[in-house]
């Protein structure tokens, strides 16, 4: 009877426990902060309950709760309260500072929402940035990102470049906090005006495509928006020291408040990086400086005042540089047990055996924003950024007068290794570069200098506004946005001598001299009591004229959300007038200095809908038409550089795009897939202006230009891209992105001269009326052909480990196939009544690299410190990124291709000590 009991006890205590553990439910997870790092303490909690625990270190929890727990609740001081379904896994959870911080309206609707804006999206966060950029270029960490192509193109500091989708930088937007940063004459970017940005940025967000930026002229190929640190930052600060290959040193610090008692916050960083660089020949030095001076008002305004910048000078190569393939493989006995693919063709020495360049790039570009936020009610708030930009710097550009021309500094690095021009060789027996025999022909020329060193500068000033109204009307259900976006731009570009080069003068006597051009009534005519004069040091050549843009426009957005939030639409539109004029101090008289105005109206109109089927599965789609002004340079202006005379014939570009989209969103697995396809219409930029020389007869030396009209462009596309992370310690990336991108028609253009008159043949006449049959003209069958300058099909694939607390360790294998070269069809192909027959460009072979990142977070005297390490391209695989052909090449293919191959095995180490 006593065993039955025991037994009887024993059954019960096993079908109790039996039960129990069927009545609960244990939720695994980890939380982290808007930055991507984690949130150490913060509580989980059974909602309505007492069970609870703190994340640790690592931000991860494990909870037991009650097996009818319907939702867990997560809190953490300064971030906002998070009610979320209770379930076994509940993945990665970021939480948001709270709203009461007033976020930035017009940073927050410069961002995509992800499973609410119908767009396709990728985003970074400052951990990710952190771990993975080591010694790369800002863009560099988005070569993992569908449709994104980033390269290091010539190789110098800065020098990378960012295309999406087969559009060039022109077309790929980057806002700075929601302000527009690329360039206002030819929409370009130069990414070492930003690298300093690393350090205080919080996210940067791509968005494919149209996009969801409320600006009033949104890019085609898609848009960069880097969120900085504000308000939200937390107190304390930074250290940090990294070194790695090529003598590569990089030291700074942060340092925040965060918010205090009194309303303020306060963010300062500083940094230096200088080193040899990867490419022989391409030493850099660089500054970097952020400050955010932020104010809260009450509980209804925000100020908050930043100002950033990267003074830096970097030693080129050129991009025009690129060898043949044949050529790099001589480069070899020239590098010392070095790769033959870090050879520079411009690097060398002058006669006194100082290190000379021909490419060297000097630059500044302090951006200082003040934003207002202002929280009117509940539902209403208005945000406005007044920005300004006051940039001064440029690159050196060689000159060259009596048989030598500013070519005759650069054609020598093209394909042969002993070059020579006139009577000098300006390769030396080792391979570099002789600029001591330049100095030895100008020293015994009796007319001065033959070949001289200028500084083409380019500075600026823009100033903007761009201002957002926000109104919730139907609380969680319909909102509308509108607001202005106003610019105001000038650019000023001279080139100025600042080397000899031995020589005693310099006499431009080129028919683009200044003095030997004056215009009288729009007329070019010779002065014949022109004398040539003698520059020295400081003396300007060549060009000499400012560029001024200024932009008016209007934007709003209409959203409106059904069946509680499941289906979100979007209807935006926006109206802008973008007018350009230009100044020449240099070809005309002070009478005939300024151009007209040209002004012209632009505009888009985009929609999209989100529907979240369950809370696993959405689908989108979106589409648009965008309607914006052709650019300053290569589009307006027949040639910016010499001459006031503007296209006869310029056009708004239009551009249609449509995507269609689907994602899958769990605790465990995520993916989206996407297809877009966009038409580029009446496209005017570098591809379709081309300008020449008239080399003999009475007009030699006069200059005319052939403009390809109605040219037409065809993207489409489709990409995919997962993540998988069954256990806390293992994650799976992936991505895969194919393209179909080439010209859609054969283009027709006309040639006109320098001033801007109808030319009848290239050996420039003018013709003699406007009719179609005495106006010269060329062809260039294209159509078909694909369009160069980036991969069209790129996948990536990559894996994180974090074996235990504070260790992560992981590998990224990025592949890219079906990259066709750039070609060229220069102005002299063009003769009139040509028809050229464009083959399809080069198809490189496909490459490939592999990644390494690790990172270990430890203490050092009761401070938390992270040592950061990478190694790039770990076995040290080379294969070629870039090239250029030109459009009816037949040769060889290695002989014939000017090519740019990628770096090679390269590493960067990086201490981190946090206060």
Same mark, same amino acid.
């Given at each position: 009877?006593?065993?039955?009991?025991?037994?009887t006890?024993?059954?019960?205590?096993?079908?109790?426990?039996?039960?129990?553990?069927?009545?609960?439910?244990t939720?695994?997870?980890s939380?982290?902060?808007?930055l991507?790092?984690?949130?150490?303490?913060?509580?989980?909690?059974?909602k309505?309950?007492?069970?609870?625990?703190?994340?640790?270190?690592?931000?991860?929890?494990?909870?037991?709760?009650?097996?009818?727990?319907?939702?867990?609740?997560?809190?953490y001081?300064?971030?906002?309260?998070?009610?979320?379904?209770?379930?076994?896994?509940?993945?990665?959870i970021?939480?948001?500072?709270?709203?009461?911080?007033?976020?930035?309206?017009?940073?927050?609707?410069?961002?995509?929402?992800?499973?609410?804006?119908?767009?396709?999206?990728s985003e970074?966060?400052?951990?990710?940035?952190?771990?993975?950029?080591?010694n790369?270029?800002?863009?560099?960490?988005?070569?993992?990102?569908?449709?994104?192509?980033?390269?290091?193109?010539?190789?110098?500091?800065?020098?990378?470049?960012?295309?999406?989708?087969?559009?060039?930088?022109?077309?790929?937007?980057?806002?700075?906090?929601?302000?527009?940063?690329?360039?206002?004459?030819?929409?370009?970017?130069?990414?070492?005006?930003?690298?300093?940005l690393?350090?205080v940025?919080?996210?940067?967000?791509?968005?494919?495509?149209?996009?969801?930026?409320?600006?009033?002229a949104?890019?085609?190929?898609g848009?960069?928006?880097?969120?900085?640190?504000?308000?939200?930052?937390?107190?304390?600060?930074s250290?940090?020291?990294?070194?790695?290959?090529?003598?590569?040193?990089?030291v700074?610090?942060? #340092?925040?408040?965060g918010?205090?008692?009194?309303?303020?916050a306060?963010?300062?960083?500083?940094?230096?990086?200088?080193?040899?660089?990867?490419i022989?020949?391409?030493?850099f030095?660089?500054?970097?400086?952020?400050?955010?001076?932020?104010?809260?008002?009450?509980?209804?305004?925000?100020?908050?005042?930043?100002?950033?910048?990267?003074?830096?000078?970097?030693?080129?190569?050129?991009?025009?540089?690129?060898l043949?393939?044949?050529?790099?493989?001589?480069?070899?006995?020239?590098?010392?047990?070095?790769?033959?693919?870090?050879?520079?063709?411009?690097?060398?020495?002058?006669?006194e055996?100082?290190?000379?360049?021909?490419?060297?790039n000097?630059?500044?570009?302090?951006?200082i924003s003040?934003?207002?936020?202002?929280?009117?009610?509940?539902?209403?708030?208005?945000?406005?950024?007044?920005?300004?930009?006051?940039?001064?710097?440029?690159?050196?550009?060689?000159?060259?007068?009596?048989?030598?021309?500013?070519?005759?500094?650069?054609?020598?690095?093209?394909?042969?290794?002993?070059?020579?021009?006139?009577d000098?060789?300006?390769?030396?027996?080792?391979g570099?570069?002789d600029?001591?025999?330049?100095?030895?022909?100008n020293a015994?020329?009796?007319?001065?200098?033959?070949?001289?060193?200028?500084?083409?500068?380019?500075?600026?000033?823009?100033?903007?506004? #761009?201002s957002?109204?926000?109104?919730?009307?139907?609380?969680?259900?319909?909102?509308?946005?509108?607001?202005?976006?106003?610019?105001?731009?000038?650019?000023?570009?001279?080139?100025?001598?600042?080397?000899?080069?031995?020589?005693?003068?310099?006499?431009?006597?080129?028919?683009?001299?200044?003095?030997?051009?004056?215009?009288?009534?729009?007329?070019?005519?010779?002065?014949?009591?022109?004398?040539?004069?003698?520059?020295?040091?400081?003396?300007? #050549?060549?060009?000499?004229?400012?560029?001024?843009?200024?932009?008016?426009?209007?934007?709003?957005?209409?959203?409106y959300?059904?069946?509680?939030?499941?289906?979100?639409?979007?209807?935006?539109?926006?109206?802008?007038?973008?007018?350009?004029?230009?100044?020449?101090?240099?070809?005309?008289?002070?009478?005939?200095?300024?151009?007209?105005? +040209?002004s012209?109206?632009?505009?888009?109109?985009?929609g999209?809908?989100?529907?979240?089927?369950?809370?696993?599965?959405?689908?989108f789609?979106?589409g648009?038409?965008?309607?914006?002004?052709?650019?300053?340079?290569?589009g307006?202006?027949l040639?910016?550089?010499?001459?006031?005379?503007m296209?006869?014939?310029?056009?708004?570009?239009?551009?249609?795009?449509?995507?269609?989209g689907?994602?899958?969103?769990?605790?465990?697995f995520?993916?989206?897939?996407?297809?877009?396809?966009?038409?580029?219409?009446?496209?005017?930029?570098?591809?379709?202006?081309?300008?020449?020389?008239?080399?003999?007869?009475?007009?030699?030396?006069?200059?005319?230009?052939?403009?390809?009209?109605? #040219?037409?462009?065809?993207?489409?596309?489709?990409?995919?891209?997962?993540?998988?992370?069954?256990?806390?310690?293992?994650e799976?990336?992936?991505?895969?992105?194919?393209?179909?991108?080439?010209?859609?028609?054969?283009?027709?253009?006309?040639?006109?001269?320098?001033?801007?008159?109808?030319?009848?043949?290239?050996?420039?006449?003018?013709?003699?009326g406007? +009719?179609?049959?005495?106006?010269?003209?060329?062809?260039?069958?294209?159509?078909?052909?694909k369009?160069?300058?980036?991969?069209?099909?790129?996948?990536?694939?990559?894996?994180?480990?974090?074996?235990?607390?504070?260790?992560?360790?992981?590998?990224?294998?990025?592949?890219?196939?079906?990259?066709?070269?750039?070609?060229?069809?220069?102005?002299?192909?063009?003769?009139?009544?040509?028809?050229?027959?464009?083959?399809?460009?080069?198809?490189?072979?496909w490459g490939?690299?592999?990644?390494?990142?690790?990172?270990? +977070?430890?203490?050092?005297?009761?401070?938390?410190?992270?040592?950061?390490?990478?190694?790039?391209?770990?076995?040290?695989?080379?294969?070629?990124?870039d090239?250029?052909?030109?459009?009816?090449?037949?040769?060889?293919?290695?002989?014939?291709?000017?090519?740019?191959?990628?770096?090679?095995?390269?590493?960067?180490?990086?201490?981190k000590v946090?206060?």
């Amino acid at each position: 009877m006593k065993r039955l009991l025991l037994l009887t006890v024993a059954l019960i205590g096993v079908v109790s426990w039996a039960f129990a553990q069927s009545n609960t439910l244990t939720c695994r997870g980890s939380v982290i902060d808007e930055l991507g790092e984690p949130l150490i303490g913060a509580t989980v909690q059974a909602k309505g309950t007492s069970v609870a625990v703190p994340t640790d270190i690592d931000g991860n929890f494990n909870l037991k709760v009650p097996a009818s727990t319907k939702e867990l609740q997560i809190t953490y001081i300064g971030y906002k309260t998070l009610l979320l379904k209770a379930q076994s896994e509940m993945g990665v959870i970021k939480m948001e500072p709270d709203s009461r911080m007033l976020q930035d309206v017009v940073v927050t609707q410069s961002k995509a929402r992800t499973r609410e804006t119908p767009v396709a999206i990728s985003e970074l966060t400052a951990g990710d940035i952190e771990a993975k950029l080591g010694n790369k270029e800002f863009p560099e960490v988005l070569k993992n990102t569908p449709g994104v192509w980033a390269t290091p193109e010539g190789g110098g500091y800065g020098d990378a470049k960012i295309n999406m989708r087969g559009f060039k930088a022109p077309n790929v937007a980057v806002l700075v906090n929601g302000v527009p940063m690329n360039d206002m004459e030819w929409g370009g970017i130069y990414w070492s005006n930003f690298a300093g940005l690393s350090g205080v940025t919080s996210s940067m967000q791509t968005q494919r495509g149209l996009g969801a930026a409320i600006i009033s002229a949104p890019s085609i190929g898609g848009t960069v928006n880097i969120t900085t640190r504000g308000l939200d930052s937390k107190k304390g600060g930074s250290i940090w020291y990294g070194t790695g290959n090529d003598g590569l040193n990089d030291v700074g610090f942060s #340092v925040s408040t965060g918010l205090m008692n009194n309303g303020w916050a306060i963010t300062v960083l500083g940094s230096k990086k200088w080193g040899n660089g990867y490419i022989q020949g391409t030493e850099f030095e660089a500054y970097n400086y952020f400050v955010n001076v932020s104010k809260k008002i009450g509980d209804n305004h925000q100020l908050s005042l930043t100002a950033f910048g990267a003074p830096q000078w970097h030693n080129q190569r050129n991009t025009g540089n690129g060898l043949t393939i044949e050529s790099w493989q001589d480069m070899k006995q020239y590098m010392d047990g070095e790769s033959q693919y870090k050879f520079n063709p411009s690097y060398g020495f002058d006669n006194e055996g100082r290190q000379r360049t021909m490419n060297r790039n000097q630059y500044h570009k302090p951006i200082i924003s003040l934003n207002h936020i202002w929280q009117i009610n509940e539902r209403s708030s208005l945000s406005t950024a007044l920005y300004t930009s006051l940039a001064t710097g440029g690159g050196y550009s060689g000159q060259g007068r009596n048989g030598y021309s500013n070519t005759s500094w650069y054609a020598s690095n093209q394909k042969q290794l002993n070059w020579t021009t006139g009577d000098i060789t300006i390769r030396r027996p080792d391979g570099t570069f002789d600029y001591g025999a330049i100095q030895d022909m100008n020293a015994a020329s009796t007319t001065g200098s033959n070949m001289v060193m200028s500084m083409s500068n380019n500075s600026h000033e823009w100033y903007g506004l #761009v201002s957002t109204y926000k109104n919730e009307i139907i609380p969680n259900k319909l909102s509308l946005i509108g607001g202005i976006d106003v610019r105001y731009y000038v650019g000023h570009h001279n080139n100025k001598i600042i080397d000899l080069y031995g020589g005693e003068y310099y006499m431009d006597d080129s028919s683009r001299g200044g003095s030997s051009m004056k215009v009288e009534n729009n007329a070019a005519a010779a002065d014949p009591n022109w004398k040539y004069q003698k520059l020295g040091v400081g003396d300007i #050549v060549y060009r000499n004229y400012d560029g001024i843009a200024h932009q008016e426009g209007v934007y709003g957005q209409g959203e409106y959300k059904l069946l509680d939030g499941a289906i979100t639409t979007i209807l935006a539109g926006s109206l802008n007038v973008t007018s350009y004029q230009r100044r020449d101090f240099f070809y005309y008289d002070a009478e005939h200095s300024k151009s007209p105005w +040209k002004s012209f109206l632009g505009g888009t109109v985009k929609g999209g809908v989100n529907w979240n089927i369950n809370r696993y599965n959405n689908v989108f789609v979106n589409g648009g038409f965008i309607s914006k002004a052709p650019f300053f340079s290569n589009g307006v202006f027949l040639s910016s550089s010499t001459s006031n005379a503007m296209n006869p014939n310029p056009k708004n570009e239009k551009i249609g795009s449509f995507e269609l989209g689907y994602g899958f969103h769990s605790p465990k697995f995520s993916m989206t897939v996407n297809a877009y396809y966009t038409k580029w219409m009446d496209r005017t930029d570098r591809d379709t202006q081309r300008s020449a020389e008239i080399r003999t007869g009475a007009n030699a030396g006069e200059r005319y230009t052939i403009n390809l009209e109605n #040219v037409q462009a065809q993207h489409i596309g489709l990409e995919v891209d997962f993540a998988y992370k069954p256990t806390k310690w293992f994650e799976l990336q992936g991505m895969l992105s194919w393209g179909d991108w080439q010209w859609q028609n054969n283009a027709k253009g006309y040639f006109y001269n320098s001033l801007g008159q109808p030319l009848k043949n290239t050996s420039g006449d003018i013709a003699s009326g406007i +009719k179609a049959e005495d106006h010269a003209w060329a062809i260039v069958n294209q159509k078909g052909v694909k369009i160069g300058g980036s991969a069209q099909t790129t996948g990536a694939i990559g894996v994180t480990f974090r074996p235990f607390k504070g260790f992560r360790i992981g590998g990224d294998w990025t592949v890219c196939a079906r990259n066709y070269s750039d070609y060229s069809v220069s102005g002299s192909d063009l003769n009139s009544g040509a028809i050229l027959n464009v083959q399809d460009p080069w198809e490189i072979p496909w490459g490939n690299e592999f990644d390494l990142s690790a990172s270990y +977070k430890f203490k050092i005297g009761g401070l938390d410190a992270t040592l950061y390490g990478n190694v790039y391209n770990l076995f040290n695989h080379f294969y070629v990124k870039d090239a250029t052909t030109d459009y009816n090449v037949k040769g060889e293919w290695n002989n014939a291709y000017k090519v740019f191959y990628s770096f090679g095995r390269t590493f960067s180490l990086r201490l981190k000590v946090n206060f």
